[in-house]
């Protein structure tokens, strides 16, 4: 998006504010002490699961308190869907911003830009960089500089009931054809419904895109692409599975209302991605966890693709507690503490080292994910792609619920696409 003289003057301005300000951790005299030993307050903002991963990045947060005995961790665990706005709104006051956000990869360039972060090389935070996964490193960059530390890195697949698989007597649906044919049939052997399709997150639409051989936007030609043909079709087939009884969807609440589906057996299918692994281990249906299986996303007509998603720590630019600040993102993303994380949650590390580790070598769910996400598509990393999940949900959910139909839907996020990224065709 082309930035005029008003809005750089504004991000200068703030860049000075935020020094003065800092964040709300109240650490004036916090970092490091003469001696060299860490001390005062980092405020951690967490966006994880609650109920599940928030317990294990409290714990393993509680640890670096142990290991620096002066400093105190203030865990805050902040809704997801919440803490990208809220972020942006406490930073541009100045007031009330952590010193540390675990940033879903595609709002690091955004706050990145914003001037939000403080950059991070030579600092202690980029310990061991060369260690990062490419992948995983990419969206930590912006204009030659690094901002974030990748903390997980993760993509998508089908998890299925293997129990309700084998009372229809079916296989894995490994296209979106198969995957109808299968649906039916689980309703025909079970009464349960195949496949529950989250309709108010966008990012599940994004796997059918990347099927049809579409995509949100071309960034290396600036052109919007998720109104093109691929785009259409991407936005009927999901319509499709809907209308054809072989998915059941909502336009509120997705998340717990697909989670709790899949638990309780009602659905034999749900995309997901790794971050749903501990909590679906919870449900009635998985007591026994052999009995949870994951493949990859069904096929489109143009082939396979799940995105690639994954969360970095970054560090506020108006912290007062720098030093810390960077000794916490580097202890929270060490080899030793994504290996505890990998075992107790089965997220995906983001440094090569710990694949090798016996606990996360063995895992079953990141080796079936690892190979998944070295194929996932990048979404593009530009300042604006947090921002263009708004239209686009918007449309999919009218889509899915029948408010507009799959062209109107597509134009419709295409054109709001155009407004947000003003230069582009």
């Given amino acids: 998006m082309r930035r005029g003289i008003a809005a750089t003057a504004l991000v200068a301005a703030l860049g000075v504010t935020l020094a003065a300000c800092g964040s709300d951790s109240g650490s004036n005299d916090g970092g490091a002490k003469g001696s060299g030993e860490l001390s005062g307050t980092v405020t951690w903002w967490d966006t994880s699961t609650v109920g599940s991963e928030d317990k294990v990045f409290k714990k393993v947060a509680e640890d670096f308190e142990k290991k620096h005995p002066k400093v105190t961790v203030k865990y805050v665990n ?16 100045g007031s009330g911003a952590p010193d540390v956000i675990r940033s879903e990869v595609a709002w690091t360039p955004e706050f990145a830009d914003l ?6 090389d030579g600092t202690p935070a980029l310990k061991d960089a060369d260690d990062f996964l490419k992948q995983a490193s990419a969206s930590t960059q912006y204009k030659g500089k690094t901002y974030a530390v990748p903390q997980v890195i993760d993509s998508m697949g089908i998890f ?3 129990k309700i698989f084998k009372d229809a007597g079916v296989e894995v649906p490994k ?12 309703k025909q052997k079970t009464g349960k419904t195949g496949l529950y399709l989250r309709g108010d997150d966008a990012y599940w639409f994004l796997s059918f895109l990347y099927g049809e051989g579409g995509d949100l936007v071309d960034a290396e030609k600036k052109t ?6 691929a785009g259409v079709k991407a936005f009927k087939t999901v319509k499709d599975l809907v209308d054809s009884g072989a998915a059941k969807t909502d336009a509120t609440d997705g998340w717990n209302n697909m989670q709790t589906a899949f638990k309780d057996g009602k659905v034999a299918m749900m995309i997901n991605g790794p971050w749903a692994v501990a909590d679906t281990y919870a449900g009635k249906e998985f007591t026994d966890k052999a009995n949870l299986g994951i493949a990859p996303v069904p096929a489109g007509s143009a082939g396979q693709g799940a995105p690639q998603g994954g969360h970095n720590l970054a560090v506020y630019a108006g912290s007062k507690n720098l030093d810390a600040s960077y000794a916490f993102a580097e202890y929270m993303t060490s080899a030793e503490t994504q290996a505890t994380v990998a075992k107790e949650l089965s997220l995906l590390p983001t440094r090569q080292s710990v694949y090798i580790k016996s606990d996360v070598a063995t895992n079953e769910m990141i080796t079936f994910f690892k190979p998944v996400v070295d194929k996932a598509v990048e979404r593009p990393w530009i300042p604006e792609t947090g921002s263009l999940f708004a239209p686009l949900v918007t449309e999919y959910t009218k889509v899915l619920t029948g408010q507009t139909t799959p062209e109107a839907g597509a134009k419709a996020t295409g054109d709001g696409y155009r407004k947000l990224l003003k230069d582009w065709k």
């Fill in 224 to 229: 919007i692409t998720v109104d093109s043909p």
């Fill in 175 to 186: 296209t979106i054809d198969e995957l109808k044919t299968v649906s039916a049939k689980i």
């Fill in 160 to 162: 299925y009931n293997k």
């Fill in 115 to 120: 001037g939000y972060l403080a950059p991070l």
């Fill in 78 to 93: 902040v809704p997801f869907g919440d803490a990208q706005n809220k972020f942006k709104n406490a930073a541009q006051s």
